[in-house]
């Protein structure tokens, strides 16, 4: 009976069917998503946003043009620079197509801090993030939205109080050792390598209780190199992934496979040794021990899952962005001896003596420096969320892009904080200028973004520049004289932070 049907009904009368399905599909959408949508844009008096001008067919289509300019922007080590100038030299908020999708590229402060804070609730870290970041780092702060990022976040936040990130001798340590690999006479030595040392060494130790300690000669761990040079990779595939939307992992690549498994198992083992030992551990929590985040999440939880993520995924925020902001300040000290000199006097008054944390907090040109190197070089450059609905933002629709914008639910709304931190308007006509004399009397509000804002705001802020003050603190007092060993222009070295192209190479002197 049911074949006889299907037998009789032609093929036209087929696309008939369908056509009216469809009819009734776009009917519904229109009275109830459409009209929602009408009514916002009325209420809010959004208007469209500026469009990218994409050229060709398949520009048009898939963003295809802008897509081969920022390949060859990041393989140049400009790609920051080259989205500034493309996309914000003639407005701040713009909708580029990026391939099946409209991205909406935003650099105006009122929009960041809707999508980060007062609209925090519209916005999400999308499928993207999860995808790339989830089989390396698991379901962690990083990697998680809702209900499992609060837990995330509430497991953690405990951990960065002023007690635990202010014990400076964790530092002084790390230091010394940083310190026997600096020639003291000016031979050619590359900063940005030995940062990253330091900071995976300090991390590894806050974070698992056993460092990597590359830094500390005749004690290195036996995988400390491996592990610290797996991270660099698969974080640097990452990012490929971030700008692909993932289309490089056609490709296959068995190093990350081998690395990203490294990574996993040298956690798994750290974390599966303290959850055996964990009596001993809490017998010895009366002593006077370091301070460390892997003890103290096994107060909350023993699931080795939980804990390999969390510990990873701090990981991940505590040691490149560190590193990337000393090395960037470096990078500009060596080319800057009147900055330099400032700093120098400033450090002098502490007498040689180790600083305090409250004496270092109050040295201002310290963090004038820091600010204005995280002003120019923010380590993380860049960054997005996708509207989990329908919604609306303050400014970009329109002509003069003033008027609120309609954002439809699923849409990635970037912000990047490179090209926000060079606005003029902002921060004057020589914002290009490194000039931490600025900051005598600078009080940015949402336009300054280093750390982020809103919920999501870096809980590790005052560990990183604690350290980063403490490590530029102590170089200093140990060397008077700094010059630069290469010539090249800074370029970037990106992986999901933003370290220098070329490295740090400079000669130090103790006199
Ligand atoms: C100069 C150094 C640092 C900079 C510039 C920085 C910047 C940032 C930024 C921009 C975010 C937001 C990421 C996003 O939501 O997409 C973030 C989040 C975070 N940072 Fe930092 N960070 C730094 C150092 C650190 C350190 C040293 C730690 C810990 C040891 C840390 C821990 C975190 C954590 C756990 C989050 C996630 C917060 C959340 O999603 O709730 N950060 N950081």
Same mark, same amino acid.
């Given at each position: 009976m049911a074949n006889n049907i299907i037998a009789n009904i032609s093929v036209p009368g087929i696309l008939a069917v369908a056509a009216v399905l469809l009819l009734i599909k776009r009917v519904y959408w229109e009275l109830t998503v459409g009209a929602n949508r009408r009514r916002l844009i009325k209420e809010n008096g959004c208007k469209p946003v500026k469009k990218y001008a994409h050229k060709g067919v398949l520009g048009k289509l898939f963003g295809y043009d802008t897509m081969k300019q920022s390949f060859q922007a990041a393989k140049q080590g400009r790609l920051h620079e080259m989205s500034r100038l493309r996309n914000?030299?003639?407005?701040?908020?713009?909708?580029?197509?990026?391939?099946?999708? *409209? +991205?909406?590229l935003t650099i105006e402060p009122e929009n960041v801090k809707a999508v980060l804070s007062t609209k925090f609730n519209d916005f999400g870290l999308g499928g993207l993030r999860v995808k790339t970041m989830g089989p390396v780092f698991g379901t962690g702060i990083f990697t998680s939205d809702g209900k499992s990022w609060e837990h995330s976040r509430a497991m953690i936040r405990p951990n960065f109080t002023r007690q635990q990130v202010g014990d400076l001798s964790i530092y002084e340590d790390h230091v010394q050792h940083l310190l026997t690999h600096i020639p003291k006479n000016g031979q050619t030595v590359n900063l940005q390598d030995l940062f990253f040392k330091l900071t995976m060494d300090s991390a590894t130790e806050f974070l698992f209780g056993k460092s990597t300690n590359m830094l500390k000669k005749g004690q290195e761990h036996p995988d400390g190199d491996r592990f610290s040079d797996a991270f660099t990779y698969v974080t640097?595939?990452?990012?490929? *992934? +971030?700008?692909?939307?993932?289309?490089?992992?056609?490709?296959s690549d068995p190093k990350r496979k081998d690395d990203s498994e490294f990574i996993r198992k040298f956690a798994t083992d750290i974390i599966d040794d303290a959850i055996a030992n964990r009596k001993d551990i809490e017998k010895g929590a009366g002593e006077k021990q370091n301070y460390i985040f892997l003890y103290e999440l096994l107060k909350v939880t023993n699931d080795p899952y939980t804990l390999r993520s969390e510990l990873l995924n701090v990981l991940l925020a505590g040691r490149d962005t560190t590193a990337s902001l000393l090395s960037h300040t470096f990078h500009q000290l060596a080319r800057r001896p009147d900055v330099w000199a400032k700093l120098q006097a400033e450090v002098d008054e502490l007498g040689g003596q180790t600083p305090s944390y409250e004496a270092m907090k109050s040295m201002k040109y310290v963090k004038w420096v820091i600010n204005e190197s995280l002003r120019l070089w923010p380590v993380v450059p860049g960054n997005n969320?996708?509207?989990?609905?329908?919604?609306?933002?303050?400014?970009?629709?329109?002509?003069?892009?003033?008027?609120?914008?309609?954002?439809?639910?699923?849409t990635p709304v970037g912000y990047s904080v490179w090209s926000m931190h060079r606005r003029k308007d902002f921060f004057g006509e020589d914002a290009l200028e490194f000039k931490p004399e600025r900051w005598e009397t600078l009080r940015p509000g949402w336009e300054y973004l280093p750390f982020n804002g809103g919920p999501r705001i870096c809980i590790g802020q005052n560990f990183a520049l604690t350290e980063a003050s403490y490590v530029m603190i102590r170089l200093l007092q140990n060397f008077r004289r700094i010059e630069p060993r290469d010539d090249k222009p800074w370029s970037e070295f990106q992986t999901l932070t933003l370290a220098v192209g070329n490295g740090v190479h400079v000669g130090l002197y103790q006199e």
């Open positions: 914000f030299d003639q407005q701040t908020t713009i909708q580029i197509r990026n391939l099946n999708r *409209d +991205f909406i640097e595939c990452m990012a490929m *992934d +971030f700008r692909t939307a993932q289309l490089n992992r056609l490709l969320r996708i509207s989990v609905r329908d919604t609306v933002l303050p400014v970009g629709g329109g002509p003069d892009g003033k008027s609120p914008m309609f954002v439809p639910k699923g």
